[in-house]
Nanobody, 127 residues
Framework: QVQLVESGGGLVQAGGSLRLSCAASGRTFSSYTMGWFRQAPGKEREFVAAVSWNGTTKYADFVKGRFTISRDNTRNTVYLQMNSLKPEGTAVYYC?????????????????????WGQGTQVTVSS
């Protein structure tokens, strides 16, 4: 079972930046699509961004132009650079790895094909 460990969350003022990291265990990191989801208090978990094994990226509309996802396969790590943060971005951010069979972007972005989740890291954006 792969383990995903997030770091980099914290408290930031609106307009500020944070970079989240997710370190994955295992030797097949480069073969999987990796993503970030978030869950705000009282809301359902939602897709934020993802990067495929070959570098294709996807973003939720509400983060386009402000967030950048990247991966370093030599370090088994995926990053989420978050700029121009807004108070509505306050949430627990979760790292996710796709399951063993790729079922397409729609399924991944809906969270229905996730094989492993991290424990989450809190991001709080003050106004």
């Amino acid at each position: 079972q792969v383990q995903l460990v997030e770091s980099g969350g914290g408290l930031v003022q609106a307009g500020g930046s944070l970079r989240l990291s997710c370190a994955a265990s295992g030797r097949t990191f480069s073969s999987y699509t990796m993503g970030w989801f978030r869950q705000a208090p009282g809301k359902e978990r939602e897709f934020v961004a993802a990067v495929s094994w070959n570098g294709t990226t996807k973003y939720a509309d509400f983060v386009k132009g402000r967030f950048t996802i990247s991966r370093d396969n030599t370090r088994n790590t995926v990053y989420l650079q978050m700029n121009s943060l807004k108070p509505e971005g306050t949430a627990v951010y979760y790292c996710a790895r796709d399951g063993t069979a790729w079922n397409g972007w729609d399924t991944f972005m809906a969270g229905r094909s996730i094989g492993s989740w991290g424990q989450g890291t809190q991001v709080t954006v003050s106004s």
